[in-house]
């Protein structure tokens, strides 16, 4: 079985550009998860999903950060204009609402110059 | 809100001794995760309990969700252990995820 997929796996950027992540989940799992993982921290969560509403979304910067899952299945995470502050290892997972452990993919490193 | 206060946040062993980690939990979760990053930064998933105990290896892991902790056990401890080790856990009201802070654990010959 396929595990979480992400791409791109390594990202790095100018300040002000702006990047997109993509997640493609375990199929059939209804919630998927955001993760932000700065170096030498542990992983914050940004959103997640069940389906395709948001959950929580309260610890994503509303201003620059954006996250889509509009079918229920994959999902894009967008940084506009980003930050020297954003650099970051960018996790997703997934599983079944109330079931299961939370499977996580590789992440995408972004480096903000 | 939810917090998962993990200990310690570094810990040196020597080659063939044990310790164990430990996340405490603010609110009741209904499961908790272990995973050691890799030198890739990927997290393994190490075990993910909803009750009691288990066991892989030369590590252990219990969760007590009535009395709000996890630990982990690392016995006869390798160079190879060597890493972050994360706890996660699973809020029971809103199944959010939470992680620790992380131990940075250093095996020494």
């Known amino acids: 079985e396929a595990g979480v997929t992400q791409s791109p796996r390594y990202a790095v950027l100018q300040e002000g550009q702006a990047v997109s992540f993509w997640c493609d989940p375990i199929?059939?799992?209804?919630?998927l998860y955001w993760y932000q993982q700065p170096r030498d921290q542990g992983p914050q969560l940004l959103v997640y999903?069940?389906?395709?509403?948001?959950?929580?979304n309260s610890q994503l910067p509303s201003d620059r950060f954006s996250a889509v899952r509009p079918k229920g299945t994959n999902s894009t995470l967008k940084i506009q204009s980003a930050k020297q502050g954003d650099t970051a290892t960018y996790l997703c997972?997934?599983?079944?609402?109330?079931?299961?452990?939370?499977?996580f993919g590789e992440g995408t490193r972004l480096s903000v110059l | 809100g939810d917090q998962v206060e993990q200990s310690p946040s570094a810990l040196s062993l020597h080659e063939g001794t044990g310790s164990a980690l430990r996340c405490n939990f603010t609110?009741?979760?209904?499961?908790v995760q272990w995973f050691r990053k890799n030198s890739r930064g990927s997290l393994i998933n190490l075990f993910y309990l909803a009750s009691g105990t288990k066991e892989n290896g030369r590590l252990k892991s219990a969760f007590d969700s009535k009395e709000r902790y996890s630990t982990l056990h690392i016995r006869d401890a390798q160079l190879e252990d060597s890493g972050t080790y994360f706890c996660a856990a699973v809020c029971s009201n809103t199944n959010k995820v939470v992680f620790g802070t992380g131990t940075r654990l250093q095996v020494l010959p």
């Open positions: 199929s059939g799992h209804d919630t």
């Open positions: 609110t009741t979760m209904r499961a």
């Open positions: 997972a997934s599983s079944f609402y109330n079931n299961q452990a939370p499977l």
């Open positions: 999903f069940r389906d395709e509403a948001v959950i929580d």
